[in-house]
C-alpha cells in the first residue's frame, strides 16, 4: 500500500554549510532522499518553497531516524505520514505553484550525488527509531 509523507524543511546554516546556496543545500536533501526506498525520481514532489511530498510503496519504519542522521546537522525539518494512496478520503490538498514544481522537477533531473562534500550514511535496519 503506497504511502506519502509530508517533508518542510529550513537550512540552519546556509553560509557556513551551502556556501550560501540554496540549490546546493536542496541537492543535497534531495540526495540524502534519493538513498532511501523511494520510488523513483517522479515520486518526490514539490508545490512549495521548502516542502516536498514523497511517495513510498509502503510505511518506511527506519525514515524518521535516518532523515535525523542525515539531515538534523544542516536543517531544521518536520516529517509527517500523510495519507493512504488506496483510500476513498483525500488526505493532502493543494494549491500548487506549478512553476515551482515543474522547475523542481527540471532540477531534480540535473543533480549529482557525487562530490557532495558532506557524508551520507546508508539507508537500511541499522537506522533503528529513537
Same mark, same amino acid.
Given at each position: 500500500?503506497?504511502?506519502?509523507?509530508?517533508?518542510?524543511?529550513?537550512?540552519?546554516?546556509?553560509?557556513?554549510?551551502?556556501?550560501?546556496?540554496?540549490?546546493?543545500?536542496?541537492? /543535497?536533501?534531495?540526495?540524502? $532522499?534519493?538513498?532511501?526506498?523511494?520510488?523513483?525520481? =517522479?515520486? !518526490? +514532489?514539490?508545490?512549495?518553497?521548502?516542502?516536498?511530498?514523497?511517495?513510498?510503496?509502503?510505511?518506511?519504519?527506519?525514515?524518521?531516524?535516518?532523515?535525523?542522521?542525515?539531515?538534523?546537522?544542516?536543517? /531544521?525539518?518536520?516529517?509527517? $505520514?500523510?495519507?493512504?494512496?488506496?483510500?476513498?478520503? =483525500?488526505? !493532502? +490538498?493543494?494549491?500548487?505553484?506549478?512553476?515551482?514544481?515543474?522547475?523542481?522537477?527540471?532540477?531534480?533531473?540535473?543533480?549529482?550525488?557525487?562530490?557532495?562534500?558532506?557524508?551520507?550514511?546508508?539507508?537500511?535496519?541499522?537506522?533503528?527509531?529513537?
Amino acid at each position: 500500500m503506497r504511502r506519502k509523507y509530508h517533508l518542510s524543511y529550513d537550512v540552519k546554516n546556509i553560509l557556513e554549510d551551502f556556501k550560501n546556496d540554496y540549490t546546493e543545500a536542496r541537492n /543535497y536533501l534531495i540526495c540524502v $532522499l534519493w538513498h532511501t526506498p523511494i520510488i523513483d525520481i =517522479n515520486h !518526490i +514532489s514539490s508545490y512549495c518553497a521548502s516542502t516536498l511530498i514523497l511517495e513510498y510503496e509502503e510505511i518506511e519504519p527506519y525514515l524518521f531516524t535516518y532523515l535525523k542522521i542525515n539531515l538534523g546537522k544542516y536543517f /531544521y525539518y518536520s516529517i509527517s $505520514l500523510v495519507e493512504k494512496i488506496d483510500s476513498t478520503y =483525500n488526505c !493532502i +490538498s493543494h494549491n500548487p505553484n506549478m512553476s515551482l514544481y515543474v522547475n523542481f522537477k527540471k532540477e531534480m533531473l540535473k543533480i549529482s550525488c557525487d562530490d557532495l562534500g558532506k557524508e551520507i550514511t546508508p539507508y537500511s535496519v541499522n537506522s533503528q527509531n529513537d
